[in-house]
């Protein structure tokens, strides 16, 4: 009998995990045959980098959480545990109050626990502080509820004032997504403040109890974050290196202009680019919800408008080379984020939304001549950037980093990538919307979708994504779910 083929449309983090999964994940098995279809002339999606001054720097995601086991399991199988870096500085800061200050200790993803480290940080001013303090003497009675779902900014507002949102949750919770937490989930996104609705006691006392122990004091911490020795975007050489050792087969420069059911007889999916019209037995839809809707608009009506209710932020990375000298000495951590209340000296808003201390943070971008500075700009509601040229960018965001430091940054080399449409919104009742798509996507035969709209937007959620569309494919084609 000859294997079932298997499209993967969309060479991502996600798409690539799942073809690597239908070929077996850690032991290969060949029981089906594969073809990647990627639109761009390279694989890799969001996971991309460039070579600046001999270095090369990602210019999407640069490390990943080291916590959730998917992308550290990954690495391993695929044989570059050894490449694993952790952050050679911890901690970042904060521009609040008209200066950078390191975060206050003791944060839950931005909710404070603890008041006396909130007050230490000197990130508040009094009356905001003691807006925070009523949490732990007179605590705001929740009268909502859990309810399924709350938007996180307004009820952390509620327990703590407007101005911890502001300060601390936006700019952390909110800048993860290039999102605002006024309307973002907190089921999805944070589900221990969702556990915290409809508890009358202290926010803070609540978000106190979900926080990691800390570890015995002769134990070093375990590292938060890894990124790989020669890029986090190598993962993608790594993957797909191991696809072609399998045999499977990926075209780039692909773009995959519509999907339809196969004529009886003759397999299950047609997948159609300008060049060809392929027929499989099993179809995963691995790319953005635009375009996943698009795709399916045909075949599924009410898929499409589910898929099409998820919109997306763009955003700007922009990387300097600055002589080694001129930062001041003084940094805290990796890097600092820029609320969006945040207002410049002439009383604009400030275009970017957080620096990076890159070769601080990364020991393996570290050089004795030159440090490597990433800014990041646009928000869901911020796209001033795509109005300006890459130059008047550069010397825009080079003008703040020197307001932001209090140096002045020589020009220099620098480069410029702009990720339209790239952080799905996880809005209020996102976990119900996804839960109609997945609905809706097992209706079909031998149909999945994955990615970083589902259930999560970092790269351990979006291999795990990868692995679960293509366990749910081979059960439906060869009667048992495969790693
Ligand atoms: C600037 C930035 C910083 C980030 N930082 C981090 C971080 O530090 N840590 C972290 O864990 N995550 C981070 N992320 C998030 C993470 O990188 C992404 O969520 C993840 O890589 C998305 O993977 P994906 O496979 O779902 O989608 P994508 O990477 O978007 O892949 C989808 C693929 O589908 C292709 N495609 C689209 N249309 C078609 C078509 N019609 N036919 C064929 N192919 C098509 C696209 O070209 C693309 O290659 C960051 C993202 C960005 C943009």
Not at 340 to 345: G, Y
Not at 429 to 442: F, K, M, P
Request: hydrophobic share 45%.
């Amino acid at each position: 009998m000859e294997r079932p083929h298997v499209i993967v449309v969309g060479g991502g983090i996600a798409g690539l995990t799942a073809a690597y999964a239908l070929s077996g994940g850690a032991t290969p098995d060949g029981a089906c045959a594969i073809t990647v279809l990627e639109r761009d002339d390279r694989l890799g999606g969001k996971l991309a980098s460039v070579t600046v001054e001999g270095q090369r720097i990602d210019t999407g995601p640069d490390g990943f959480l080291a916590r959730r086991p998917e992308a550290v399991t990954l690495c391993r199988e695929l044989g570059a545990e050894d490449q694993l870096e952790i952050p050679g500085a911890l901690g970042a800061s904060i521009f609040a109050r008209g200066k950078l200050r390191a975060m206050p200790s003791r944060l839950n993803l931005g909710v404070p626990t603890s008041w006396r480290a909130l007050a230490r940080s000197g990130v508040l001013s009094w009356p905001a502080l003691l807006r925070a303090g009523l949490d732990l003497v007179a605590p705001r009675r929740d009268l909502r509820g859990p309810l399924g779902d709350r938007a996180i900014g307004p009820f952390v507002a509620r327990k703590l004032g407007r101005t911890v949102v502001a300060t601390l949750v936006d700019p952390m919770i909110g800048g993860i997504h290039a999102g605002r937490v006024a309307d973002m989930s907190a089921a999805v996104v944070f589900p221990p403040l969702l556990a915290a609705a409809g508890d009358n006691g202290s926010l803070m006392h609540a978000m106190a109890k979900s926080l990691p122990a800390a570890p015995p004091s002769d134990t070093p911490p375990a590292p938060v974050f890894h990124a790989l020795h020669d890029s986090t975007s190598s993962l993608i050489d790594l993957l797909h290196a191991e696809l072609l050792r399998r045999g499977v087969t990926i075209t780039t420069g692909a773009s995959v202009t519509a999907i339809d059911r196969a004529p009886l007889g003759t397999g299950t999916w047609t997948v159609t680019t300008p060049s060809e019209t392929l027929v499989g037995d099993g179809l995963i839809l691995a790319t953005p919800t635009p375009v996943t809707a698009q795709l399916v608009a045909e075949v599924d009506h009410e898929l499409a408008g589910l898929l099409s209710a998820i919109d997306y932020a763009s955003v700007a990375t922009i990387t300097l080379v600055v002589p080694s000298g001129v930062l001041p000495e003084d940094r805290h951590g990796t890097g600092f984020l820029i609320p969006a209340i945040a207002r410049r000296r002439n009383g604009a808003a400030f275009l970017a939304s957080a620096v990076t201390w890159m070769s601080r943070k990364w020991p393996h971008l570290s050089r004795p001549d030159t440090e490597l500075v990433r800014l990041s700009t646009g928000r869901i509601d911020d796209r001033r950037f795509t109005t300006m040229t890459d130059l008047e960018l550069t010397a825009a965001l080079r003008d703040e980093l020197a307001e932001l430091t209090g140096v002045s940054i020589p020009a220099g080399p620098s480069s410029v990538t702009r990720w339209m449409d790239a952080f799905p919104q996880y809005r209020v009742n996102h976990a119900l919307r996804v839960q109609g798509i997945e609905a809706a996507a097992a209706s079909h035969p031998s149909f999945a979708v994955c990615g970083a709209a589902y259930h999560g937007i970092g790269i351990p959620a979006c291999i795990g994504s990868g692995r679960t569309a293509a366990a749910a494919v081979l059960e439906q084609l060869l009667g048992g779910a495969q790693s």
